[in-house]
């Protein structure tokens, strides 16, 4: 294989099924136009609905199956032989973290390792150039830093690592094992380090949209504590593309800081989701949504504020958000208004037997 060839070979994604996966599979498809292999269990929080506008498509193929199965991957990279790994798979919610933190250390933690283990075997023995042009990118998160006071700077690519909830300690875990295959192995491994996303496709359990269906149906909308912790808001398609940049020329071994330049309070988040509701549904009888605010007892080790620098990959790879939050929020709160039965099947479960009837024979 030549190395055009080569960029020419699959890449193997895991978690391509959920909120962030799935926008990157099908930007990937647009804007890369190779395939995509697409690994992902399907829990509660991946849904196939989410690549229906990949349903037919060559360049996708969907394999259910778990980053802990070794046997499943070894056969996928035997087969597909990808030049690169992107992986998303894990449990990414902190409140179910506190309430169930084993599936965080299961999937983050040991199934980080099993997919570097067999990416680390698979890699071993490619010929070159293949070898050396071989990717591991791992998707991680600001939490690993732990939590700014107002007056901090932001994070930057050596703050050191204080995670506080059991899931950004098991997101902290994975980073510390992928830094280490390549000061041991010297595997040709990246990481990104991204801040809060938001876009279509988000599974309805993270801050924007349960605010966004909630006020819909004119439920409470639940603000944690004061309503002043703060978030750096990235638009998840912004983020699509640094992943892409980060693939194509980051340096091996490197970390990535990825942020929207978006610093927002709860509070404000959610009052902006409900003045955008106040006119895009002025008919609403729950106008103004903002009277839906309730604030509830705060989460037990709540970080009080993210900020991301990225001057690293804006000066090594030119690369900046180019979504603002004003017009990612709006364009979010559209996207659900306009996806009303993606948001029954997942409000009702159905989105799970979407699986069987129309995935059957694709595997
Ligand atoms: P998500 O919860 O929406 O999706 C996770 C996907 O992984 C699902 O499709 C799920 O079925 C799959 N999965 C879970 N366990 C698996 C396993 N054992 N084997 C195979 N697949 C499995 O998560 P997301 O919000 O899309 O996040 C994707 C990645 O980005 C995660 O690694 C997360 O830590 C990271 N991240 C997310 C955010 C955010 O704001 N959403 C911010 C920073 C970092
Ligand atoms: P979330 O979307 O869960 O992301 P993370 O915890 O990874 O930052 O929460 C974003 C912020 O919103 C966080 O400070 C917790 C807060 N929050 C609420 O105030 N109410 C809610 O119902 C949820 C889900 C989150």
Redesign the pocket.
Request: with cysteine; aromatic share 10%.
């Given at each position: 294989m030549t190395q055009t060839d080569n960029h020419n070979a699959p890449i193997l994604v895991?978690?391509?099924?959920?909120?962030?996966?799935?926008?990157f599979v099908t930007s990937w498809i647009s804007n890369v136009g190779t395939p995509v292999v697409n690994?992902?269990?399907?829990?509660?929080?991946?849904?196939l609905e989410?690549l229906a506008q990949l349903q037919g498509n060559p360049h996708h193929i969907f394999v259910q199956?778990?980053?802990?199965?070794r046997k499943v991957i070894d056969q996928l990279l035997a087969a597909h032989q990808p030049r690169a790994i992107v992986?998303?798979?894990?449990?990414?919610?902190v409140d179910r973290s506190i309430h169930g933190p084993e599936?965080f250390v299961?999937?983050?933690v040991n199934?980080t390792f099993h997919l570097l283990e067999a990416a680390r075997a698979h890699w071993s023995k490619l010929p070159e150039p293949q070898k050396t042009d071989f990717r591991f990118l791992?998707?991680?998160?600001?939490?690993v830093y732990g939590s700014l006071s107002a007056t901090d700077p932001a994070f930057t690519e050596t703050t050191p690592y204080a995670p506080n909830s059991p899931?950004s300690a098991s997101?902290a875990a994975?980073d510390h094992l992928v830094r280490a295959y390549f000061h041991t192995y010297h595997m040709p491994v990246l990481t990104?380090?991204?801040?809060?996303?938001?876009g279509p496709?988000?599974?309805p359990e993270?801050l924007i949209p349960l605010i966004i269906l909630n006020a819909l149906a004119g439920k409470p909308l639940p603000v944690y504590g004061d309503g002043l912790n703060v978030r750096d808001w990235?638009f998840?398609l912004d983020?699509c593309d640094a992943i892409r940049e980060v693939l194509k020329a980051g340096r091996p071994g490197e970390t990535y800081n990825i942020g929207g330049n978006s610093e927002m309070k709860n509070i404000d988040v959610v009052k902006a989701i409900c003045s955008i509701l106040d006119e895009l549904r002025s008919n609403s009888p729950h106008r103004p949504h903002a009277s839906l605010i309730q604030y509830v007892k705060d989460r037990p080790g709540h970080d009080r504020r993210y900020a991301m620098d990225i001057t690293k990959i804006n000066r090594e790879l030119s690369w900046s958000p180019k979504c603002s939050f004003t017009d990612g929020i709006r364009a979010t709160v559209q996207w659900y208004l306009d996806h009303s039965t993606w948001i029954a099947h997942v409000a009702s479960g159905e989105y799970r037997n979407w699986v069987e009837a129309n995935y059957a024979k694709r595997g």
């Amino acid at each position: 294989m030549t190395q055009t060839d080569n960029h020419n070979a699959p890449i193997l994604v895991t978690g391509g099924a959920g909120f962030i996966g799935s926008n990157f599979v099908t930007s990937w498809i647009s804007n890369v136009g190779t395939p995509v292999v697409n690994l992902d269990k399907l829990t509660y929080a991946g849904n196939l609905e989410n690549l229906a506008q990949l349903q037919g498509n060559p360049h996708h193929i969907f394999v259910q199956g778990d980053i802990n199965d070794r046997k499943v991957i070894d056969q996928l990279l035997a087969a597909h032989q990808p030049r690169a790994i992107v992986h998303f798979a894990a449990e990414s919610h902190v409140d179910r973290s506190i309430h169930g933190p084993e599936d965080f250390v299961v999937t983050n933690v040991n199934g980080t390792f099993h997919l570097l283990e067999a990416a680390r075997a698979h890699w071993s023995k490619l010929p070159e150039p293949q070898k050396t042009d071989f990717r591991f990118l791992h998707v991680s998160t600001d939490e690993v830093y732990g939590s700014l006071s107002a007056t901090d700077p932001a994070f930057t690519e050596t703050t050191p690592y204080a995670p506080n909830s059991p899931y950004s300690a098991s997101k902290a875990a994975s980073d510390h094992l992928v830094r280490a295959y390549f000061h041991t192995y010297h595997m040709p491994v990246l990481t990104t380090n991204c801040s809060n996303n938001y876009g279509p496709f988000q599974f309805p359990e993270k801050l924007i949209p349960l605010i966004i269906l909630n006020a819909l149906a004119g439920k409470p909308l639940p603000v944690y504590g004061d309503g002043l912790n703060v978030r750096d808001w990235l638009f998840v398609l912004d983020h699509c593309d640094a992943i892409r940049e980060v693939l194509k020329a980051g340096r091996p071994g490197e970390t990535y800081n990825i942020g929207g330049n978006s610093e927002m309070k709860n509070i404000d988040v959610v009052k902006a989701i409900c003045s955008i509701l106040d006119e895009l549904r002025s008919n609403s009888p729950h106008r103004p949504h903002a009277s839906l605010i309730q604030y509830v007892k705060d989460r037990p080790g709540h970080d009080r504020r993210y900020a991301m620098d990225i001057t690293k990959i804006n000066r090594e790879l030119s690369w900046s958000p180019k979504c603002s939050f004003t017009d990612g929020i709006r364009a979010t709160v559209q996207w659900y208004l306009d996806h009303s039965t993606w948001i029954a099947h997942v409000a009702s479960g159905e989105y799970r037997n979407w699986v069987e009837a129309n995935y059957a024979k694709r595997g």
